[in-house]
């Protein structure tokens, strides 16, 4: 059984910067590619990023890229996404992935 574990989210001021991580149990992730999504209130769950096995390729939503960045510690089961320059419109839960595996997500709000 695969468990994922969001953590870093909070409350934050436009312009601020967070780091979520993803912490999984239950498998090595190693080998697999995973990913961020996240739902704003009245929205449909929308991908953010993802990264493969090898963390040589990575890819954004458009209306991320350039801030956020998602990466990989193989050594410590975990993924992160740093965010930069927050704006309003990244308020949302943010949920990692893994295959049909999802975490519980960490919310995060950006006031502007």
């Known amino acids: 059984q695969v468990q994922l574990v969001e953590s870093g989210g909070g409350l934050v001021q436009a312009g601020g910067s967070l780091r979520l991580s993803c912490a999984a149990s239950?498998?090595?992730?190693?080998?697999?590619?995973m990913a961020w999504y996240r739902q704003a209130p009245g929205k449909e769950r929308e991908f953010v990023a993802n990264?493969?096995?090898?963390?040589?390729?990575?890819y954004y939503a458009d209306s991320v890229k350039g801030r956020f960045t998602i990466s990989r510690d193989n050594a410590k089961n975990t993924v992160y996404l740093q965010m930069n320059s927050l704006k309003p419109e990244d308020t949302a839960i943010y949920y990692c992935?893994?295959?049909?595996?999802w975490g519980q997500g960490t919310q995060v709000t950006v006031s502007s």
């Open positions: 992935k893994h295959g049909a595996y």
């Open positions: 239950g498998r090595t992730l190693s080998s697999y590619g």
């Open positions: 990264i493969p096995s090898t963390g040589s390729t990575t």
